[in-house]
């Protein structure tokens, strides 16, 4: 036992081996410049004068866009860093819905957040974490969104961050080349749908193709196809009802709406396209559910806006072009909701410089800047249509900014969590799997979180 | 990607590093002090209450506290914010989608021990003492190497499906296509797919038990394996009444630690299949109750089962530790 028969001498070891690592920390420390500083130019600055100056202060974002799109929006904002001195601390996880919960609870949030689930944001505010938004930025998305977008940050008519991007859902890819050499036209009622999907079909071909596998979201996909045609068949109020669950989700009108996409989802004749029978769309990458039409096995593809990201290299997107998108249509031709998603920015933080961020991002000038860099859609009203980088973002902006669109959040991000990101999607993906339709009703409902 | 470490923006964190790191050596010092400074003759009682205290006082912070605090959750709503009795507990054993889940981690804990140790026990003895022994346990010992995640992946290729008219990618589709089959989704048929699943982890851990009951097996005494051979005993006669009472305790070790093992089992389902088509066992829908649907309670309610579950295989295991000892 030599060691404590010595123990001021191994007291005194120890404690030099640390001031030793004390020393060698700080010497690796040596602080380095950061972005800032002088500010730039007066005419580059000119258009963030508004937002004061911050020198030095820094702001951190924590949301669940990552790798290209996470870099894109820093170049968008390294104007407005510089001009304001601030320094924005952006980071992406693919763990969103789970770490910022972790994170708030550990008293350690972010001071923004963009949460793409107003779902999330409801309880983050019903539990008191966020900072309601300043009299600038409510301002600001009164003025760029209507209030079908504002209403979903707004909660107990306190509202809590503008939109940011947006995606529209209720599109359905075709290929123009083979719709225009098989003499296909689009279809513009439901039923001139299924008459189309039936005349394909009895050309040999499976119309439809589908994947929902996406890791522990697997479902989702089959979720969107559900509210996309709910909210065509009971219309916006009720859809709303239906999300806020004022309609329970085994109500015969949802029994019916299920049935609906079941027609084709579940139909042997339509689906899968390239991939096989019914069960193949469960276990099928979203990412891979419409490539098929590039090879002509299959016609017709229902996905969001941003599925232009996923085609095979050297595919053309564009109206005549080797995939396109048309409006899924409903029963009457006169009415167009829209069903989407997007992104809003809340604050955990009231700090001026955090209000500034809030504000700048809620400008047409931000949307329009970060459209300019790569493909971007926003609901903005001030967005210039001509900075659309493709033909896709065009047709989703024309559609998002008609003042006739009834627009529609995408329902599952809307629910609580256990049924939204839980219940509905296993549900569905049972329902794919063979459960019927009244069964994996009722066992959502019965999901529904009491209280 | 911007990769560089920014040491600027880091410096919080670097001061807190060094913080730890002095306050370490402080505690450390501290102790030894402390230790050179007590009274002569209670030394041997205060020694070890002075070196146990650290270890205790980390085991009440990192391991007690969040115990007791997961049970009192498991009584409340999922915000937390109301007590709801034990409705998260009733929820658990009548939900239809619950009870599928203990169902089959029931199915895994019946399979799992017992399969990976007759598969381990199996292999150990027929290449005992065989030319090839070493090689032959390297390779089924490899698959230990490779991460329950890499396995997951791994063996979700070899389930893989393609459509009949297609190539198929999925090495288990091709051979069911080579024999004049149509392939198959593995993975989409319960009961059935739990069965697949439990194969990814026999693969596995059935190296860790070859190699194990092979050391034990090669620690029987070479007398009383001469002594049955000249009594005349057949090799399965061996192997039942020589070989297996002998390293009985070395199987015991393998099946327990196989058992809680698979009861905690996450990483190959939520790889696999996460979840889906029945296939969800306790730590899984636990962590999507937690973490991903914000239902902490029945989350809690579920750690707090898993944890009623894994007791009695412990505590069964000290007891056959310290009968060892004796």
Redesign the interface.
């Known amino acids: 036992m030599s060691l404590?028969s010595h123990?001021?001498r191994?007291?005194l070891i120890?404690?030099s081996?640390?001031l030793a690592?004390?020393a060698g920390?700080?010497g690796?420390?040596?602080?380095?410049?950061?972005a800032g500083g002088d500010g730039g130019t007066s005419a580059e600055c000119a258009p963030y004068a508004e937002y004061g100056k911050h020198e030095g202060k820094k702001v951190s974002i924590y949301s669940p866009i990552r790798?290209v799109e996470a870099?894109l929006f820093q170049q968008t904002w390294a104007p407005f860093e510089k001009c304001t001195g601030m320094?924005i601390?952006y980071e992406g996880t693919g763990e969103f819905?789970?770490q910022i919960?972790?994170r708030a609870d550990g008293g350690n949030p972010p001071d923004i957040a963009f949460f793409p689930q107003p779902g999330l944001l409801e309880?983050f505010a019903k539990?008191g974490k966020l900072k309601p938004a300043s009299a600038k930025v409510k301002e600001l998305a009164d003025k760029n969104w209507s209030a079908d977008w504002t209403k979903y940050s707004t909660i107990d008519d306190v509202f809590y961050g503008a939109p940011l991007g947006a995606s529209v859902k209720s599109f359905v890819w075709y290929s123009p080349s083979m719709f225009k050499e098989r003499g296909w036209a689009i279809p513009k009622t439901w039923d001139e749908l299924m008459t189309l999907s039936e005349t394909i079909a009895a050309g040999g071909v499976k119309p439809w193709c589908a994947g929902i596998e996406s890791?522990?979201a697997?479902?989702w996909p089959a979720t969107d196809w559900i509210e996309d045609v709910l909210l065509r068949e009971i219309g916006p109020e009720g859809y709303d009802e239906w999300v806020g669950h004022k309609l329970a989700f085994n109500d015969p009108k949802v029994v019916a709406a299920v049935d609906k996409v079941g027609a084709i989802l579940k139909n042997d004749k339509f689906v899968n396209g390239?991939?096989?029978p019914v069960?193949?769309i469960?276990?099928t990458a979203f990412q891979e559910g419409g490539v098929p039409i590039t090879a002509g096995k299959c016609a017709l593809h229902r996905q969001a806006s941003f599925y232009a990201n996923f085609w095979p290299e050297g595919t053309k997107v564009a109206e005549d072009g080797d995939v396109f998108a048309f409006y899924l249509p409903g029963n009457d031709p006169a009415k167009k909701p829209v069903l989407g998603a997007g992104e809003f920015v809340a604050a955990f933080a009231d700090r001026p410089e955090v209000q500034a961020v809030q504000a700048y991002l809620a400008t047409a000038d931000y949307a329009n800047a970060r459209m300019k860099l790569g493909t971007y859609v926003s609901a903005n009203k001030g967005v210039d249509i001509a900075n659309a980088q493709n033909p896709i973002d065009k047709l989703s902006i024309e559609m998002l900014q008609d003042p006739n669109t009834v627009f529609r959040f995408d329902g599952s991000d809307l629910m609580?969590?256990?049924v939204g990101?839980?219940?509905f999607w296993?549900g569905m993906?049972?329902w794919i799997?063979g459960k019927d339709t009244k069964t994996v009703l009722d066992?959502i409902e019965?999901?529904w979180?009491k209280? | 990607?911007n990769l560089d470490f920014?040491?600027?923006?880091?410096?919080p964190k670097?001061v807190q590093?060094?913080l730890g790191?002095?306050a370490?050596?402080?505690v450390?010092?501290?102790l030894?002090?402390l230790?050179?400074r007590a009274p002569m003759r209670q030394r041997a009682r205060l020694h070890a209450a002075i070196l146990l205290a650290p270890a205790l006082i980390l085991l009440a912070i990192g391991l007690v506290v969040p115990a007791v605090r997961t049970t009192m959750l498991s009584f409340m709503?999922?915000?937390g914010a109301?007590w709801v009795g034990l409705d998260n507990y009733i929820w658990m054993f009548t939900?239809?989608?619950a009870v599928t889940v203990l169902r089959n981690t029931l199915i895994w804990l019946a399979l799992v021990p017992i399969l990976v140790t007759s598969v381990g026990l199996l292999y150990a003895v027929v290449v005992d003492r065989t030319r090839f022994e070493s090689i032959a346990k390297s390779l089924v010992f490899l698959p230990m190497a490779i991460s329950f995640v890499g396995a997951g992946i791994i063996w979700k290729f070899v389930y893989a499906?393609?459509?009949?008219e297609s190539d198929q990618i999925g090495l288990l589709n091709q051979i069911v296509v080579a024999l004049g089959g149509t392939p198959q989704?593995w993975?989409?048929e319960p009961p059935l797919n739990t069965l697949f699943l439990i194969v990814v982890m026999v693969w596995i851990q059935a190296g860790f038990a070859t190699v194990v009951l092979s050391a034990a097996i090669k620690g029987i005494p070479a007398e009383i394996i001469e002594a049955a051979k000249l009594d005349g005993a057949s090799p399965v006669q061996m192997f039942f009444r020589v070989t297996l009472p002998s390293i009985r305790s070395a199987v015991v070790v393998v099946l327990v630690t196989q058992s809680i093992g698979t009861l905690k089992l996450f990483d190959i389902v939520?790889t696999m299949t996460?979840?889906?088509?029945d296939t969800s066992v306790i730590a899984n829908e636990m962590y999507?109750?937690a973490?991903?649907?914000?239902?902490t309670g029945k989350g809690a309610a579920l750690a707090v089962f898993l944890f009623v579950l894994v007791t009695p295989i412990v505590v069964y295991q000290i007891r056959q530790r310290r009968e060892a000892v004796r």
């Open positions: 404590l123990p001021a191994v007291a120890a404690g081996v640390g690592l004390v920390g700080c690796s420390s040596e602080p380095t410049s950061t790798d870099d320094k601390n819905e789970a919960q972790v309880r539990a890791g522990d697997t479902g390239g991939y096989g069960k193949s469960a276990s609580p969590a256990a990101a839980g219940t296993k993906t049972d799997n066992f019965n999901s979180p209280s | 990607m920014d040491f600027a923006a880091e410096q670097l590093l060094l790191i002095v370490f050596c402080a450390v010092a501290l030894l002090l230790l050179d709503s999922g915000d109301a939900q239809p989608e499906y393609r459509p009949e989704q993975l989409l939520r996460g979840g889906q088509f999507n109750q973490f991903r649907y914000g239902e």
